[in-house]
């Protein structure tokens, strides 16, 4: 498998020789606003531009929009993808969303698995935050809270777990003591609301994750991007030297890792 990190959460995964582009976020740097719910609102964003053009990053076979948060969807994938492409989502109320935005080949993902081609995807929980936390703050700002992952498995591949946005938690716990996967990507830039509490991974989840036995390569992705990350790059290969991490990789922008 190939996984190109493109910007942000914004991936394309090559798994089984089919191409799937996850979480298109495709406007320009500081096209919006920062997050007024998170910390640094005032910094605009995406702080960076794509590495590539646009027409390229859509030249994929299937979509998966883990939710639609506006730094995983945006008017600029709306425009740029074709209509007719197949588009995965985690639940009725997304897909509802994606058919207004006149997208006609949409699927949810099932718990149990879905089947395309020779692939077998399936949903998987998490946790955007401290539920308890976070979702009635979501709920304040009239911005949905659920968030999903997805497993890929093929007879041909190794098992990839996109974690999604998601902190460490029973659900991310449960994915992976079922599914044994080898790789997996998780969104790791901590970003943090105004209350202090982080949305999505950091090193402390990092480092349960690394508990795991069954992995061989953890990514990290969606990072240097959002107005509200707490943790950069910089921090992360700090903590992979301090405590030699070898199977922790951590590509910028436009990097391709082949697995």
């Not at 640094?40 to 299937?62: C, K, M």
């Not at 990789?249 to 391709?256: E, F, R, S, T, V």
């Amino acid at each position: 498998m190939e996984i190109t990190q493109v910007r942000n959460a914004t991936i394309i995964v090559n798994y089984n020789n089919i191409k799937f582009l996850v979480d298109p976020w495709l406007m320009p740097k500081d096209y919006m606003e920062g997050f007024e719910a998170g910390i640094n609102p005032h910094i605009r964003q995406p702080r960076v531009e794509l590495p590539f053009a646009i027409s390229d990053i859509v030249n994929v076979d299937a979509v998966i929009v883990t939710h639609v948060h506006p730094d995983h969807w945006d008017n600029f994938a709306k425009e740029a993808l074709d209509k007719d492409i197949k588009m995965f989502v985690q639940n009725e109320t997304d897909k509802i969303f994606m058919l207004n935005e006149g997208f006609n080949n949409v699927e949810i993902l099932d718990e149990n698995g879905t089947k395309f081609k020779d692939i077998t995807l399936y949903k998987t929980g998490t946790q955007h935050g401290k539920r308890e936390i976070i979702e009635p703050l979501c709920r304040s700002v009239n911005m949905p809270y659920d968030a999903m992952g997805v497993i890929f498995k093929s007879k041909e591949e190794k098992t990839l777990y996109l974690a999604g946005d998601t902190i460490w938690c029973e659900e991310v716990n449960t994915a992976i003591d079922k599914f044994k996967p080898e790789i997996i990507v998780v969104n790791a830039c901590a970003a943090t609301v105004f209350n202090g509490e982080h949305i999505i991974m950091g090193i402390e989840d990092i480092k349960e994750v690394l508990k795991k036995d069954c992995i061989e390569t953890l990514i990290a992705s969606h990072m240097d991007t959002v107005s509200h990350l707490s943790v950069t790059r910089e921090d992360l290969r700090k903590f992979k030297k301090d405590n030699n991490v070898a199977k922790l990789l951590i590509p910028d922008d436009g990097g391709k890792l082949t697995l």
